[in-house]
Structure formats: C-alpha cells, structure tokens
C-alpha cells in the first residue's frame, strides 16, 4: 500500500553531522505532512520536527537551531539534516506521513539508527 523508507543513520562522533532521508512510495494520491519521531531506550518516541505541505516547519525545543527538516515533493522525500549531533540524540529515528489514499492514513518507516559517541 504505502511504504516509507528510511536511510542515513549511523554512527557519528559528537559534533558531527548526519542527513537522513525518507521516500515514500506505494499507491497513494498525495501527501500531506511530514515528521520525523525518534525513539531511544528507555524513552518514549517523540516528534523531532515536523514540515507541512506547503513547507511550514517545526521543531522540537531540544533540536532548535541544529535541525533542519526539508521535502522534495516530487520526489515524495522528507529529509533531516542533523548538525552539531550530541550523545543524547542517540535514538532510532522513524519518518511519519499523513498519506492521502482511498482512506487517508498515517504511516510509518521501520526506522535507522542514530548513534553519537560522546
């Protein structure tokens, strides 16, 4: 039906950068807003930043001013450029779309993994 794809995680040392990426592909009309959640042990998953159709974007207070989430609609892809990355941002970081289908839906990636050494 829907599916989302995430790629770019991996290992960093602290102070660096990392740029994720999610396409989305399947059979659907469009999509609406994008988001990027991140989940690390021991916590619950929270939204790191979020970007609507038509661009407007938010963030959550503790990636402010590091974070950037960008999308290419043609392409159907989210991004998040992480910059100056802190140990604490270690999580697995799951891409999230309000897909207009037959019946509008959330969907899910499967998640990358993110780890900053400190």
């Known amino acids: 039906q829907v599916q989302l794809v995430e790629s770019g995680g991996g290992l960093v040392q602290a102070g660096g950068s990392l740029r994720l990426s999610c396409e989305a592909s399947g059979s659907f009309f469009s999509i609406n807003a994008m988001g990027w959640y991140r989940q690390a042990p021991g916590k619950q998953r929270e939204l790191v930043a979020r970007i609507a159709s038509g661009g407007s974007t938010s963030y959550t207070d503790s990636v402010k001013g590091r974070f950037t989430i960008s999308r290419e609609n043609a392409k159907n892809t989210v991004y998040l450029q992480m910059n100056s990355l802190k140990a604490e941002d270690t999580a697995v970081y799951y891409c999230?779309?309000?897909?207009?289908?037959?019946?509008?839906?959330?969907?899910w990636g499967q998640g990358t993994q993110v780890t900053v050494s400190s």
């Open positions: 999230n779309a309000f897909v207009f289908t037959t019946y509008n839906g959330i969907y």
